[in-house]
């Protein structure tokens, strides 16, 4: 069974600080692209940044220069580093593993970034 579990996040300041951790289990990690995403109220859920299996990373112009994705294979985990923080990062953020034809979600993590 394929579990992804996240956590990290929480209540933060704007300026502020969150690292987010996503747990994978049930899969060959290593072979899977992984991807955060977020979706805000209201909102398409959207990409924020990924990682390739290689190592190779992409990032949404909004996380550009500000959130750092990695991956640690050993451990069948990926991590977004988020720094400088604003209110408009506020959303659930959802860990995606995909290898076409399947993909899979986590259950999400909340982050919301208010004084």
């Known amino acids: 069974q394929v579990q992804l579990v996240e956590s990290g996040g929480g209540l933060v300041q704007p300026g502020g600080s969150l690292r987010l951790s996503c747990a994978a289990s049930?899969?060959?990690?290593?072979?899977?692209?992984v991807g955060w995403y977020r979706q805000a109220p209201g909102k398409r859920r959207e990409l924020v940044a990924e990682?390739?299996?290689?190592?190779?990373?992409n990032y949404a112009d909004s996380a550009k220069g500000r959130f750092t994705i990695s991956r640690d294979n050993a451990k069948n985990a990926s991590y977004l580093q988020m720094n400088s923080l604003k209110p408009e990062d506020t959303a659930v953020y959802y860990c995606?593993?995909?290898?076409?034809?399947?993909?899979?979600w986590g259950q999400g993590t909340q982050v919301t970034v208010s004084p």
């Open positions: 990682i390739g299996s290689g190592g190779s990373t």
């Open positions: 049930g899969i060959i990690f290593n072979i899977y692209v």
């Open positions: 995606h593993v995909g290898r076409v034809p399947t993909r899979y």
